[in-house]
């Protein structure tokens, strides 16, 4: 009986010691991104023959409110650009998402992007309304972000 007694007091104390460990570690609901810092932006035409410069954009992420400080075009020579105003990034992140909008003065591009805090692919839709691109109407493709 006093045997008996002791595995049950064993069994207990390992069962709690195994419950409080399992209880000490934080739970989480899903991993989020930092977006925070330089990215480079390669859009990829799937829709027309309009060919995209890449961007570098430095963006500033605060909770899920993601906005760029600064966005530079990276024109090749001879290369005509469908905007020649600022281009600004917004948007915001869930999750392992990044749904966004890259803004200029002649277009708008809606984009969503998955993956890591070092790199992310996805889709954008853009929609061209002036300038040397407006031929091209609404562009659609794919979109890669590498952070560097």
Do not use: D
């Not at 890449?54 to 001879?78: C, D, E, I, K």
């Amino acid at each position: 009986m006093r045997e008996m007694k002791k595995l049950i007091l064993s069994s207990t104390l390992v069962v709690l010691l195994l419950g409080m460990v399992g209880c000490s570690g934080s739970s989480s609901s899903g991993s989020s991104l930092n977006v925070t810092g330089t990215w480079m932006i390669y859009p990829h035409s799937t829709s027309t023959a309009v060919v995209f410069n890449n961007f570098q954009a430095v963006l500033q992420q605060s909770g899920s409110s993601v906005n760029s400080t600064s966005v530079v075009r990276n024109a090749p020579p001879g290369t005509v650009a469908c905007s020649t105003g600022p281009i600004t990034v917004t948007g915001s992140v869930a999750g392992t998402t990044f749904n966004g909008i890259l803004r200029s003065n002649n277009y708008q591009a809606s984009f969503s992007v998955s993956g890591s805090s070092s790199s992310m692919s996805g889709t954008f839709t853009m929609n061209i309304s002036s300038g040397p691109c407006a031929y091209a109407g609404t562009v659609v493709g794919s979109l890669t972000m590498t952070k560097g």
